[in-house]
């Protein structure tokens, strides 16, 4: 009898915490085994091969990213402003998932996957603000924002940021930026900031 459908779903998070937590080299078939409590036997039923996990975990991501980019689109404050809100991380299944995909930059198949992510941030971001310039910087406050909410040397002894960014400003500087850029008319910010 096959195992239940929840196991594939096991090995991949599984896969996933050993790649953000230990790094590829320790994500190996026994280890993701060992740590979504499955026999390898059961593991190859699912994914024959590592590189069979990789793709299950890249094909996670564009579902992911799907319903992330459906979200952003229809946020009722705005692209740019879902956009930089959720560039903070927050530790949500996307999140988890996009950072075990950056761990796999070995693996040429994660790679692309990543610059699609990225593309289809940027293509939003691009629409909402018409501006490539302004959609350029709008990524990489993005970046910065993702950055400082991650890495360790951004907080401070006490441990809480060195700095606090303050979302509603940078969504409103943006729509100013918008509008100056655009000759001052009274441009669309509706899908910058609601």
Known sequence: MPPPPAARDRVL???ERLLVDRGERAATLDAVAREAGVSKG????HFPSRDAMVEGLLDRMHARAAQDDALMRAAPEGVVAYFLRTSQFADTPFDRTLVAATRLRSHASAREALAGVQRHWYDAVQTAVGDRTVAQMV??????LYYNASAPDALASTGTPQYQANVDEMVTLVSELVRLRSGGAGSDSGSVSG
């Not at 059961?42 to 039923?45: E, F, S, T, V």
């Not at 990524?139 to 910065?144: A, I, V």
């Open 139 to 144: 990524m990489l406050m993005g970046d910065g």
């Open 13 to 15: 998070d599984a896969f």
């Open 42 to 45: 059961g593991l190859i039923y």
